[in-house]
């Protein structure tokens, strides 16, 4: 399998996420701006967000993946069918049950995160009734990782990499009809929410069925939970668990602290994540998912030459790619949110307010995306503890940060704590992999940073200098003509950078890179 091929493909699909999340965003942004109500969603979607990441993308993947592409490759279809029908009974009823839960104890939960507002109560109402609808999407994503999980081991990428664009799309038809219909509009993304969930889902069964692994819920799931695999998953996710709920306990706090500061400032930071989020997934993510099937057969296979080579090659791509686009975040950040955000209720106050959290993030984007690519390394080996205490560790110091950054910088000091203790995590992360011999960097990594240098500093000025020769607010009344703009400077700002490293010596065939 051609892995530069495999991840070109898989970016290409999360590109076309991202490129709908940010048109999702930007027509949430001219519906609804800034305000307390915005801030009621993003805060209410928060919570099941929590879960999701804790059943699903977090806790759940990191424990299932190399379990299950240990049965592929060990042990018959037979048994690695059943542990995936029985792995899916335990996850959907015990987030089902959750649910339920949630449902009951919405109104205790958006108190203790966001307090009840003395000037907006109906705010705080309306937060209540939509996490109660969006509680049952933890259910529904659970399903969704565990398909992708399974998708992933099998090498079929593109299903579980296209599958947000649902979840988007449906946002994007709720912000131009549905929000036309309600009493109450913010109520329209919570919909989207349930339905983008049930879409995700239905996609999954086709891809599941055509490679023969579609997993049978069992009515009886303690039955389930008695399979040695589910158990010995279990077990691994225990450490994950308390990382990931470590993680999402931090971000409902920064979601807290961002709500005691301006209106809007919950709005800000979740439209600056948008924009960080658009290079942490199409490299971050999608490295991390083509690497862990790759990295597991390795540490199965007990062939450490391949393990190590396959993240040498994860490490070159990822400041390759990372580096230009930290940089390009920073010196672009106003002229992006003014073009995607900066029409309708958006104001141009709230350009500045979303542009600076922004910048902050792009000082830790390469910690960010590096953690994603590092982790994968320790996941492969079913090693979930040592990544889950360096992330405790490096949670507890991020929220230290926030004291000393937020009152300086606002809410871009939310920002700026995340990505630096990213930084930190990845550094302990590579230390560790270093200290155990677990990787051993090839030859030439000198030699190459020097050439990225070169190149990402010829790229930063020219964007730097392009971006300030324009006024990017005052070109809201010729929205088109402010999108060409920002096309032209990054196209010839990319065209710079990659030129300069081609001048330098760089060729594509030095990344290409077959897995087994």
């Not at 051993?440 to 050439?451: A, R």
């Not at 607010?473 to 010729?478: F, G, H, I, Y």
Request: proline share 5%; with cysteine; glycine share 8%.
């Amino acid at each position: 399998m051609n892995l530069l091929k495999t991840l070109a493909a898989v970016s290409s699909m999360t590109m076309l996420s991202r490129v709908t999340g940010l048109l999702r965003e930007s027509l949430f942004a001219r519906a609804f701006g800034a305000s307390a109500y915005t801030d009621a969603f993003l805060i209410a979607f928060r919570i099941p967000n929590l879960l999701r990441r804790l059943f699903a993308e977090g806790a759940f993947s990191q424990a299932f993946v190399p379990i299950l592409s240990e049965y592929k490759n060990q042990h018959g279809e037979a048994e690695t069918r059943a542990l995936a029908d029985h792995v899916a009974t335990v996850l959907v009823w015990s987030t089902l049950l959750t649910s339920l839960v949630g449902i009951i104890a919405a109104p205790v939960l958006i108190l203790w995160i966001m307090g009840r507002p003395d000037d907006t109560p109906q705010a705080f109402d309306a937060a209540v009734v939509m996490t109660r609808w969006m509680f049952p999407y933890i259910a529904c994503m659970s399903f969704v990782a565990l398909a992708g999980g399974i998708l992933n081991t099998w090498r079929q990428f593109k299903i579980p990499a296209f599958t947000p664009v649902l979840l988007n799309i449906s946002f994007i038809l709720a912000s131009l009809v549905l929000v036309n219909y309600l009493e109450q509009p913010i109520y329209a993304m919570a919909a989207a929410v349930c339905v983008g969930g049930l879409l995700q889902v239905g996609i999954q069964i086709p891809a599941l069925k055509k490679i023969g692994m579609l997993p049978r819920i069992s009515m009886n799931p303690l039955r389930a939970l008695r399979d040695p695999g589910v158990m010995r998953m279990l077990r691994k996710m225990g450490p994950a668990v308390f990382a990931v709920s470590a993680a999402q306990i931090s971000l409902l706090i920064n979601t807290g602290i961002a709500s005691r500061l301006d209106e809007g400032s919950v709005s800000a930071l979740s439209y600056a994540d948008r924009l960080m989020e658009f290079p942490t997934a199409m490299l971050g993510v999608a490295l991390g998912t083509v690497l862990l099937p790759s990295l597991s057969k390795a540490s199965v296979d007990e062939d450490h030459a391949e393990y190590s080579a396959l993240l040498n090659w994860g490490l070159r791509l990822t400041f390759l790619l990372a580096l230009p686009a930290a940089v390009g975040l920073a010196t672009l950040a106003e002229p992006m949110i003014a073009t995607l955000f900066h029409y309708g209720k958006f104001t141009v106050a709230a350009i500045t307010t979303s542009s600076e959290p922004l910048v902050a993030y792009s000082v830790g984007l390469i910690g960010i995306i590096l953690v994603k690519t590092l982790a994968p390394a320790f996941y492969a080996r079913q090693d979930v503890r040592t990544p889950v205490r360096i992330a405790v560790g490096v949670l507890v110091f991020t929220q230290l940060m926030n004291v000393v950054f937020v009152p300086v910088f606002a809410v871009a000091g939310l920002a700026l704590s995340i990505g630096l203790g990213a930084c930190l995590n990845a550094g302990f992360l590579y230390t560790g992999l270093r200290r155990r011999g677990i990787y051993v960097p090839q030859p030439g990594w000198i030699g190459f940073f020097l050439k990225l240098a070169i190149a990402v500093s010829v790229m930063g000025l020219l964007s730097w200098y392009c971006a300030g020769q324009l006024d990017w607010a005052a070109m809201r009344a010729t929205p088109w003509l402010r999108a060409g703009a920002l096309f032209a400077i990054v196209a010839a700002s990319g065209a710079a950078y990659f030129a300069v490293l081609f001048a330098l010596g760089f060729r594509l065939g030095d990344f290409k890179r077959r897995g087994k």
